[in-house]
């Protein structure tokens, strides 16, 4: 049998998942005895004089795709990405209020299409690099899990971000012992407490956006502090 030296045209597609074939097309392929992507063996599927297919394997990273006849080894010009399930490893910091930036770590960033807190959507964030996103808590956003998607799949911290409450005003400024005051800022959720100095308020309802107290008896001009989670705001005295 007669074999002739082996040349790659074409990789299809350019982008693939672990587990996924892709056509490789050609010449001189007859009795190809292995192809790898990088450094990793990939399997054969199908192939012919002109044309291979195979499968990305799972340990698989973005690299050039070769193959190996009993005539020569043929490499492609150009890279075959490679998309890999996406890892978060944690977040920094690991509470902060809305719109914060954060940085979130990992790895297999590149490429990622979502971030979400707790379920929400983040229509802007930057890929840093393959291990690092940087995105601002969204307005809306609620203490939970934090997670990005990419081709491949969607990952989730094992750990809560927790969204600090942060008031941005409220109404009435001066108030009597009794009377109520409605304070509006984000990161609302979950309020324990509220308090006007050292005084604990009456809390008569509440929003992640929202809060509605009763200004206690005892209460003296100071700072309104509402906690939620544990985490604690202050704003300017009343």
Known sequence: TQFFKPGMAQITPATALAGQNV?????GFSGATGCKIGSTTATLVAMSGVEIVLTVPPTAVTGKI?????AGTASSAGNLSVVQAPK???FSPASAAIGTEIKIKGKNFSGATQVSFNGLIVTSFTIVSS???RVAVP?????GEV???NAASTAISSGNFKVLPKISSFSPASVLPGGSVTIL???FDGVSQVKIGTRQATILSSSSTQVVITVPSAA???KIKVISFSLRTSAVKV
């Open 66 to 70: 070769s193959c190996v006849t009993p």
């Open 88 to 90: 978060v490893s944690g």
């Open 185 to 187: 800022g984000s990161g």
């Open 131 to 133: 291990t690092q996103i």
């Open 139 to 143: 307005s809306g956003a609620t203490t």
């Open 220 to 222: 003296r001009t100071g």
């Open 147 to 149: 997670s990005v998607s």
């Open 23 to 27: 056509t490789v097309s050609g010449s």
